[in-house]
């Protein structure tokens, strides 16, 4: 077993890390920006070292100064977290060559299923059911407009190389094909430096379903209960929730399946988490594979009791994983929200500032709270606005939401404006609480409605005021 590692990420993805490496009795290292300073992660960690400046790409993001703290404290092995150079494989592959273990898959990995197309590719040939669309990189608009004519309009062009919602363009008709596509592959060669395109049916009223699998090197590999991540603003998922009760046993153990199976297509090995498209006669449609611990790991250890980032650290240290897929049977429901420094009523605009007051409603059962936070903390602009996760977890789906309401209305933080009301509205949402939204339904119907019971609150504030 490792001895000492570094964690190569901050915030809250980092304290949780160093939290199971200290219950391990394996030393931590922390990395830390000059604005990360007082950080929590960083004052949890057993040593921590100085990477740059504030900005990511000086830090967070440097490679050689993240490999040389790791050589300069001695640490055998780096845990990347999950955003910065968690799905980098330039990382994985200097890891490898000067000696330390990444705590994830190979570079090889990461770098096939981190190109969406050739992921996609991969699956195909592995009969994997995917999205209909392009069985190769587009060469052109009028090669993008005959291929949309066979699957049928809506279509979606995507960068190969993409990610976080960036290089994706809707097309609705023919028209619009040559602009959207010149428009996604700039955008796809700014943020990725490659602008390879595919495309792929709109799937209307569908579900985005993710299915975490674990594989160790003695070819032993098994599936989680699924989690439903449909509700969604610019890509990005807001709440998330394991299972998804619309699901029955027998649908759960086959998309379960598919999910090893796509994994042993890709000769996985760590934790990773295949999203899936589900229509509504659930059917499921590859989408990518994550390379990484997901942000929602948490709603999985509850209902499971599974520590993922204990096995992560089992599996790259050459052991074998700790249970079977017998050993996985779930418990209950648990729904996780996100809290971020932001503000919904002025169009979810960033918040930055110090945390004046706080408070977390800790020391009740069914609860998870996994943040870097403390009173006094400055939440700088540098960074992902995210703050915490919450999570609660009930016999039912019902009582898990009840719990959600509560410790959301008892969690306080003042300073900076949260998400915290946005929450709220959602889980008191008739179509929330049935489950039967899709992933269009935030963005298209609930938000629309949202904006609009705002502007009525507002006024009649300024008429009974007036």
């Known amino acids: 077993m490792f001895k000492k590692v570094l964690v190569a990420n901050r915030g809250e993805a980092a304290v949780r890390i160093i ?6 009795n394996i030393k931590a290292v922390a990395i830390y920006s000059t604005a990360d300073r007082e950080s929590l992660h960083v004052q949890l960690a057993d040593e921590a070292v100085c990477v740059g400046g504030p900005r990511p790409k000086d830090s967070y993001l440097n490679i050689r100064n993240i490999i040389a703290a790791a050589a300069g404290t001695g640490a055998e092995a780096i845990h990347p977290g999950y955003g910065f150079l968690s799905e980098s494989a330039e990382f994985a592959q200097m890891c490898a060559d000067c000696g330390i273990k990444f705590i994830g898959p190979s570079a090889k990995t990461i770098d096939q299923m981190g190109n969406k197309e050739h992921a996609r590719q991969l699956m195909i040939k592995h009969q994997v059911p995917v999205t209909p669309g392009s069985r190769s990189m587009l060469k052109d608009a009028a090669q993008a407009c005959r291929i949309a004519d066979q699957v049928g309009y809506p279509v979606l062009l995507k960068a190969a190389a993409g990610g976080g919602g960036k290089g994706i363009r809707l097309v609705q008709e023919p028209s619009q094909m040559a602009e959207a596509l010149q428009v996604a592959k700039n955008e796809a060669k700014m943020d990725f430096g490659c602008d390879d395109m595919y495309l792929e049916k709109v799937l209307t009223g569908v579900k985005h379903i993710e299915v975490q699998v674990i594989c160790d090197d003695f070819g032993h590999c098994v599936y989680f209960p699924e989690r439903d991540c449909s509700l969604q603003r610019n890509k990005q998922k807001v709440i998330e929730e394991s299972p998804c009760e619309l699901l029955t046993d027998e649908e759960r153990e086959k998309l379960g399946q598919i999910a090893i199976k796509a994994a042993k297509a890709a000769d996985y090995r ?31 250890e509850m209902v499971t009791g599974v520590d993922l980032v204990k096995a992560q650290i089992l599996v790259a240290a050459g052991e074998e994983l700790p249970f079977a897929q017998a050993d996985l049977a779930f418990r209950g429901h648990a729904i996780e929200c996100r809290i971020n420094a932001e503000n919904p009523a002025k169009g979810f605009m960033p918040s930055t500032g110090k945390i004046d007051y706080l408070f977390l409603p800790v020391g009740n059962p069914g609860m998870r709270l996994d943040s870097a936070l403390y009173q006094g903390m400055v939440v700088s602009p540098f960074y992902d606005s995210m703050l915490a996760k919450i999570v609660a977890i009930g016999a039912s789906r019902q009582e898990a939401i009840a719990r959600m309401e509560r410790l959301l209305k008892e969690l306080v933080i003042r300073g900076i404006a949260t998400n915290q009301s946005f929450h709220l509205a959602i889980l008191a949402d008739p ?36």
């Open 431 to 466: 179509v929330f609480k049935k489950e039967t939204f899709d992933n269009t339904y935030l963005e298209k119907e609930f938000l629309p409605n949202w904006k609009k019971g705002l502007q009525k609150a507002a006024d009649k504030e300024e008429a009974e005021s007036a």
């Open 19 to 24: 939290r199971t490496l200290k219950e391990m």
């Open 270 to 300: 760590n934790t990773g988490t295949i999203e899936f498209l589900m229509d509504q006669e659930h059917k499921f449609y590859f989408m990518e594979m994550n390379t990484r611990l997901q942000v929602e790991h948490t709603v999985t």
